[in-house]
């Protein structure tokens, strides 16, 4: 096949890229950011990088044209972009996903769109099925702007379908592993890794005893392989992730125990300090994985421990080089 990755030089995008090279298919990736997730992959002559973005229609237009299916994945993405910029975040994630729907729209070709666990909101039901409620908070809140975007993404992929379009949604719930993004940015891994290699101590926002289920890349990746190869979750939403729950605090203790020695020891920050006022944290966040492993025939196999002992090792030798 030929793919199109919006967002490819992203973290699940660099990841899926390496898979679908691996597995013989064609790449395209279509992305605003740097390079160094891709950087490995320049020299394959079945990779292509366009340093470009889904607001330039032409360009969309002419790749979604030659491909066969297309991974729309490219949004703004991390707690930090999307207090600090709402109307990128609806923009990229809005009006970009309309883009890449209506270029793919006129030229039939299938679509798997990258949602996220986000789009519950605090929806106390656990765990999450697909059809369940989202309990989002008062739109004076930026916080909720991305779980919104996102969902509006989901009802442009479900409106299109609707009018013959091919597309998939996978709701993915913190993916981690190599690349992820940098250290003392991003997602609480990266957080935690950069303070460990600082020998700062790690903070935990909160009180520590709100749960994620951390999913290792390269079972998120498995997935988003199957769903390009399964043509009949055509319609269909599904979430990616594992049934494993941790506590952030958990989670921490776990990543100081496989980093080893350090001066490094936990504390307990302020939420208000860290994202302003107005940011609200999801309790507990924990998927039903009944439609992954039936429709996708995907188990996740990577524990936490092992996943995590494979993620520090990367972020160690990534960092003693630089
Ligand atoms: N990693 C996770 O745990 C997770 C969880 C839930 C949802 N997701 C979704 O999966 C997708 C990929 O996430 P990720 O973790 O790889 O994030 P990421 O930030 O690493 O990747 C997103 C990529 O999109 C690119 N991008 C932004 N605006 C663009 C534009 N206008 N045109 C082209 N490219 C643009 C960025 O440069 C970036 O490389 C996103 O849509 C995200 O919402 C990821």
């Known amino acids: ?14 990841h899926l890229s390496d898979a679908l090279i691996a597995r013989g298919h064609e790449v395209y990736v279509l992305d605003t950011g740097s390079i160094a997730k891709v950087r490995h992959l320049l020299g394959e002559p079945a990779f292509h990088y366009i340093h470009d973005s ?54 039939n070709r299938r679509v798997i769109f990258g949602s996220t666990s986000e789009v519950y909101g605090r929806n ?9 409620d989202r309990v989002l908070g008062a739109t004076t809140v930026d ?21 013959g379009l091919p597309v998939t949604v996978l709701r993915f719930f913190n993916v981690y592993g190599p690349r992820l993004d940098h250290v003392d940015v ?24 709100q749960t994620r289920c951390f999913t290792y890349v390269s079972d998120a990746v ?35 125990k ?11 920050v302020n939420q208000e300090e860290v994202y302003g006022p107005g940011y609200e944290d ?15 025939g995907v188990v996740p196999r990577v524990s936490l421990e092992e996943g995590l002992r494979r993620t520090i090792e990367w972020f160690r030798k990534e960092y003693r080089q630089s």
């Open 1 to 14: 096949m030929r793919v199109l990755i919006t967002g490819g030089a992203g973290f699940l995008g660099s």
């Open 54 to 107: 889904i607001f330039n229609l032409e360009l969309l237009d002419g790749l979604t044209s030659k491909v066969d299916l297309v991974y729309h994945l490219a949004a703004v993405v991390g707690v930090e972009h999307y207090v600090a910029d709402p109307y990128e975040t609806l923009n990229v994630n809005v009006n970009g996903t309309q883009n890449v729907l209506k270029a793919a729209y006129k030229y």
């Open 124 to 132: 106390p039901k656990v765990p999450w099925r697909e059809n369940d």
């Open 143 to 163: 916080r909720w702007c991305y779980a919104t975007s996102k969902a509006v993404g989901e009802h442009f992929c479900f409106a299109y379908h609707r009018m």
């Open 186 to 209: 991003g997602r609480v891994f990266t957080i935690f890794m950069g303070q460990l290699l600082r020998g700062a101590d790690l903070t935990i926002v909160g009180d520590g005893r």
């Open 222 to 256: 498995e997935a988003m392989v199957q769903a390009g190869l399964r043509p009949e979750v055509n319609g269909e939403v599904i979430n990616v992730g594992t049934e494993e729950e941790t506590s952030i605090l958990e989670f921490a203790q776990l990543m100081l």
């Open 258 to 268: 496989l980093f080893g020695p350090s001066k490094s020891r936990i504390r307990f």
């Open 282 to 296: 999801i309790p507990r966040r924990v998927p039903d994985t009944t439609k992954m492993r039936t429709l996708l």
